[in-house]
């Protein structure tokens, strides 16, 4: 029952920056949808950091945040920004075309 609270728990860090960066990037606010996939991957890039030097993390529990909370994170707003440009993209087409 334990793994599967984390899956959960992956799969709504994921889902939440996805709807956020999907919503913002649809609208065309892409500054914004860009500044949450810098922030998240650079918390990513810092607890990976982390692991391997010490300087007040434990590196046990660094590695354990990045794959538990950051990488799903950063997955889904990966795919989030990626999905509302293409859906940008195609409405803009379709307004050109009229």
Not at 57 to 63: E, G, H, M, Q, V
């Amino acid at each position: 029952m334990g793994d599967l609270a984390v899956l959960g728990l992956m799969l709504v860090l994921a889902l939440i920056p996805f709807v956020i960066c999907t919503r913002l990037a649809e609208r065309g606010q892409f500054g914004f949808a860009l500044t949450i996939l810098s922030v998240v991957g650079a918390t990513l890039a810092i607890l990976m950091f982390a692991t391997n030097h010490d300087f007040g993390l434990d590196p046990i529990r660094a590695i354990s945040w990045a794959l538990l909370f950051a990488l799903p994170a950063l997955l889904g707003s990966s795919a989030g920004v990626l999905l509302g440009w293409l859906i940008w993209r195609r409405r803009d087409r379709a307004i050109s075309k009229k």
